[in-house]
């Protein structure tokens, strides 16, 4: 039996040729990402499909084939193109049994690159439809926080009606806030905060915008003013020490039955418990939290070598540069709580750090407030009344407290470093 030997060739390029159109295909991408801003978007949004660093890797990979795609593309149609302009005679019914089985091959071979081609055309679509699929859901779900946020601020304004018996056996109907409805709209706030970064800022800004319109200055309760300093005694044979003794004394028992609204405290708490993730939202894209990017000032050694202060001296100077670094990522956003009643209020975040920096407090009365553990940097208290507020182990560096009155308060283990007290009253 003699042997059958069958020729069949696709029709391919040669290799100078592949390189020509490998780098022709490079330079139309590169085009094409440079000019065309839809291409460009969707590389973007593929770039931003997902935070870890395997998908990201992914994407880069299939960045740099896209050009052996086009090429691959262009071959395949060359391939195909080659083959239909090269289809073979009919076969007569007394031909051998080779010319048959090359005829079938060279079917089966352009079907094999025809679905090929159908598949690399498919692939760059059905990733577009991805695209306006991700697009129309993202629409909905930013719908749906509008949808949300809208639902909230309606909620922040609930009353309800109370009926008041009058002396006579009549009454009448008078509206009060519904606290839990509020409470429960500030919470609903602070979720939508946490799910939707963009809406950050301005979700602060609304609750701001509540403390200072359902407390305000006016509203803090009647207390004794502090006393003035002054040397020796007065009419009353009193010295000062007896004086601010007497006046705290006096201070405490006004204070001793009121508590802040439960609303505003809620309020409070929620803008002063925001992570660092949260806070980086609202601040320029290379600002960082104070504590993260200063940290706390030096400590001075005891018993220390000349080799230890010179140490402790370059600690400053390292220090006092991340602080002037710092001041110069200044925020773009400034939480805004000025001439508010914060009285008696948390503003520890109830054991978390707070975090007050570049805070507005002017014209405030914060009389007896916690801010202890709390970051304020940068925080603005000139002309508040911060008489017998706690800042514990607070940090308040280069906070201003000009013209405050800051009669017994307590800063106990706080950094003040830089911390402005001109014509304050801290006694």
């Known amino acids: 039996m003699s042997e059958l030997q069958i020729d069949f060739a696709i029709p391919l390029p040669q290799p100078f040729v592949f390189l020509a159109v490998l780098g022709l295909c490079i330079l139309a991408c590169a085009t094409a990402i440079h000019h065309f801003g839809r291409l460009k978007g969707v590389i973007i949004w593929l770039w931003s499909l997902h935070d870890h660093t395997g998908v990201k890797i992914f994407m880069g990979i299939g960045a740099i084939l896209a050009p052996f795609w086009l090429a691959l593309l262009v071959f395949t149609l060359s391939g195909t193109f080659g083959l239909w302009t090269n289809l073979p005679e009919n076969i007569p019914p007394n031909a051998p049994d080779g010319a048959g089985l090359a005829y079938r091959i060279h079917y089966l071979a352009l079907v094999g690159l025809t679905g090929s081609l159908v598949a690399l055309v498919g692939a760059p679509l059905a990733l577009l439809r991805v695209h306006t699929v991700e697009r129309q859901t993202k629409a909905q779900e930013e719908g749906l926080v509008t949808e949300r946020i809208n639902k909230a601020v309606e909620n922040l304004g609930a009353?309800?009606?109370?009926?008041?018996?009058?002396?006579?056996?009549?009454?009448?109907?008078?509206?009060?806030?519904?606290?839990?409805?509020?409470?429960?709209?500030?919470?609903?706030?602070?979720?939508?905060?946490?799910?939707?970064?963009?809406?950050?800022?301005?979700?602060?800004?609304?609750?701001?915008?509540?403390?200072?319109?359902?407390?305000?200055?006016?509203?803090?309760?009647?207390?004794?003013?502090?006393?003035?300093?002054?040397?020796?005694?007065?009419?009353?044979?009193?010295?000062?020490?007896?004086?601010?003794?007497?006046?705290?004394?006096?201070?405490?028992?006004k204070l001793a039955d009121y508590s802040a609204p439960i609303d505003i405290q809620t309020a409070v708490t929620v803008i002063g418990r925001r992570s660092p993730e949260e806070i980086r939202k609202q601040e320029w894209g290379a600002w960082q939290p104070y504590s993260e990017m200063v940290g706390w000032y030096p400590a001075h050694p005891t018993d220390a070598t000349e080799k230890e202060l010179k140490s402790y001296h370059e600690a400053i100077e390292s220090w006092e540069k991340k602080v002037s670094q710092w001041q110069r990522l200044a925020p773009i956003f400034r939480l805004d709580l000025r001439a508010t009643n914060l009285t008696a209020l948390d503003a520890s975040a109830r054991g978390k750090s707070a975090d007050w920096s570049h805070a507005l407090f002017t014209g405030a009365k914060v009389q007896r407030a916690n801010f202890g553990n709390a970051q304020l940097q940068e925080a603005d208290f000139e002309n508040a009344q911060v008489q017998r507020a706690y800042f514990g182990n607070a940090q308040v560096q280069r906070a201003n407290f000009g013209n405050a009155q800051a009669q017994g308060a307590n800063f106990g283990n706080a950094q003040l470093q830089g911390a402005y007290f001109g014509n304050a009253q801290v006694q």
């Open 159 to 253: 009353v309800r009606s109370v009926w008041v018996a009058g002396d006579d056996g009549d009454g009448c109907d008078r509206t009060e806030p519904n606290m839990e409805v509020r409470v429960g709209a500030i919470y609903a706030l602070e979720r939508i905060a946490q799910d939707s970064p963009r809406d950050h800022i301005q979700i602060m800004e609304i609750l701001c915008a509540y403390v200072r319109q359902n407390a305000p200055a006016s509203s803090a309760p009647d207390l004794p003013d502090a006393p003035q300093w002054f040397e020796g005694k007065n009419e009353d044979g009193e010295t000062f020490d007896q004086k601010i003794s007497t006046w705290q004394g006096e201070h405490a028992a």
